[in-house]
């Protein structure tokens, strides 16, 4: 039932933009733990853009100044604005969100099935 889906992944040259778009079947309207994550092969998960519990955003210094994080709550929605995008940003990027699940009684995290993009000469 808790399902997060990205989309806007592609295949870009050096210089490119994308807008990677993450729809939530849920309300995501009090939720603070949100954000991009990015990974590649032989390569650890990593953080790409969060938002902080006071609602401002946190960038990796690899995509700061480059990359925008932004939410549209009405519309259950997270974006990740790329620009200058570079052949070291190639990677499957997921949306991940975590929450109190009240029918497990846990604090569980929930991700997307991931998206693909693919910079290259």
């Known amino acids: 039932q808790v399902q997060l889906v990205e989309s806007g992944g592609g295949s870009v040259h050096p210089g490119e933009s994308l807008r990677l778009s993450c729809v939530a079947s849920f309300g995501i309207f009090y939720i603070n733990d949100m954000g991009w994550y990015r990974e590649t092969p032989g390569k650890q998960r990593e953080l790409v853009a969060k938002?902080?519990?006071?609602?401002?955003?946190k960038y990796a210094d690899s995509v700061k100044g480059r990359f925008t994080i932004s939410r549209d709550n009405a519309e259950n929605t997270m974006d990740l604005q790329m620009t200058n995008l570079k052949p070291e940003d190639t990677a499957v990027y997921y949306c991940?969100?975590?929450?109190?699940?009240?029918?497990?009684?846990?604090?569980?995290?929930?991700w997307g099935q991931g998206t693909h993009v693919t910079v290259s000469s």
């Open positions: 991940n969100t975590g929450f109190w699940n009240t029918a497990s009684q846990t604090y569980r995290r929930y």
């Open positions: 938002f902080a519990p006071d609602g401002a955003t």
